[in-house]
């Protein structure tokens, strides 16, 4: 795993420094929010509503951009008064569990057609820490993991302005299983700004 972070690391600084000639470049902030699937929601089965994605892309080719994309989300729940079994112990009481996921990744987009309103589809490939908490009276149990991550994505791009255009995507954050934890996944639902350069 550290191998790949590392390669995932190198290709997202490739991205900034490979040269190409009067290049558009798009910075986006987005909000984000996330709907549990799998194993993350049999630890925490509620909706996310606190999320954030920063992304920056370059044009290598008409209608094709790369780039790197960085977020948080973190989910929670309360559960209810009942007795609950880890492993060899069972404990009684109220839960509260938390689920903070970091996803990195470098990304491609291709955008369908020109216009004001622009249809694209993308996918990203990198890695997604994991932190996990399930609270219960004085005891915690903490849980963190660095998953192999691969995101597609579908969207659209709205121009408002000749540098300034609005996002509107979903993405499906697919955490493979490693040797300490199940896969797990998570439907991010995205809008925010797009800011063009050149």
Do not use: C
């Amino acid at each position: 795993m550290k191998k790949f972070i590392i390669f995932t690391l190198l290709l997202a600084i490739g991205t900034f420094v490979v040269p190409t000639a009067s290049a558009q470049s798009f910075t986006s902030v987005q909000y984000s929010m996330g709907i549990p699937t799998g194993g993350l929601k049999t630890h925490v089965d509620k909706i996310s509503w606190r999320g954030f994605t920063f992304e920056y892309q370059k044009e290598v080719a008409p209608s094709v951009s790369v780039g790197v994309n960085f977020a948080w989300s973190t989910f929670y729940e309360r559960k209810d008064y009942d007795s609950y079994t880890r492993d060899n112990a069972t404990l009684s009481g109220v839960q509260y569990r938390y689920d903070n996921l970091f996803p990195m990744l470098v990304n491609a987009h291709y955008t369908i057609g020109t216009g004001t309103v622009v249809p694209y589809v993308g996918l990203g490939i990198g890695t997604m820490y994991d932190l996990r908490n399930t609270d219960m009276g004085l005891w915690t149990v903490e849980e963190d993991n660095w998953h192999f991550l691969m995101t597609p994505e579908a969207g659209f791009i709205f121009d408002v302005a000749p540098d300034v255009s609005l996002k509107l995507n979903a993405k499906y954050d697919y955490a493979f299983k490693i040797k300490d934890a199940d896969a797990f996944g998570n439907l991010n639902i995205n809008f925010g700004f797009v800011f063009n350069s050149w």
